[in-house]
Every structure is written in structure tokens, then in C-alpha cells.
């Protein structure tokens, strides 16, 4: 059996999903084997998802951030845009990439380079909604890092872009 590294009411983040919480560790038999699964419930999507403690690593199953690694994303949201004068479309998979990637630093790159300032052009309704997307799973963990609710830790990272 493979080491449990989850313990039930951990936070974690699932690359895909986001912030869930560790319900329990529970053994299921499938097909006359034994499988160990950690069951995880995201809140926000109402979703429950199982996955086999042998896997869990190669999900890219984690903890949630250190304060330190959370504070690392927050100074990216203060740099520079960095944004590539390719199609919308290549980029638009880059970001998703680094959103479903599960690191805050990367989610935390992508809110950056699609944040627009008032005085800035329009987002197409695509750039705005991953700019959400970014945002929410971003957001979630802040506020499981710092134990506010989202949408303190939401208005928190809008306040550092308008910075």
C-alpha cells in the first residue's frame, strides 16, 4: 500500500479542479482487488472525486500552498504583463495549461497578463472568462491559505492588480 500523505479535513488542490477538501480514505474492491482511495469534495462544483491513493501524486494530488509559495504567486500578480503577440487561440491553450497545472505562481501569471485596467481596450468574451477562471481558482486557495472567505480573497487579489 502506498503512503497516505492526506489526512480527512486537509485542504488540497486537485490540478484540474482546484481546492477541495480530503472527506476520508476509503477501501473499495473493484474487481477483486483492493483499492485505497482518497475521497475529495469541491464545494464550489459540488462535486465529489476519488482517487487512488497510488496515484495520487501522479494526479498531481497536493497539498494546499505554503504561505510562502501563496505570497511568491501574489508578487507575480504585481509584475508586468507579459503577454505574446501570438493568436488568441495558441495563448488561450497556454493558459489553460498553466490553470489546470494547479501552481498558483502559473494561475497567478495568467490573471496577471489577461487583468485589464479601466482605462485599458475590452477583453473578448473568451480572455474574460479565463481571466475568471484564473481568478476563482486563484481566489480559492488565498482564501483556504488565509482562512477569509473567496470573496474577500478575490476582492484581495483585485486590489493588488489595481495597485
Known sequence: MAKIEFDEGDYVVYPTHGVGRVLCIEIQEISDQKL????????????????????ASN????????RKMMDTALTTLKGRSRVKRT???????????KINSGDPVSIAEVVRDLHRAADQPDQSYSERQMY??????LARELAAVEKIDEVAAAQ??????AA
Open 132 to 137: 475568471q477562471a484564473a481568478l476563482d481558482r
Open 156 to 161: 484581495k487579489l483585485e486590489d493588488l492588480l
Open 36 to 55: 485505497e482511495l482518497i475521497v475529495i469534495r469541491f464545494e464550489k462544483d459540488r462535486m465529489t472525486l476519488r482517487v487512488p491513493v497510488a496515484k
Open 59 to 66: 494526479s498531481g494530488l497536493r497539498k494546499l500552498s505554503s
Open 87 to 97: 493568436m488568441w487561440s495558441r495563448r488561450a491553450q497556454e493558459y489553460e495549461a
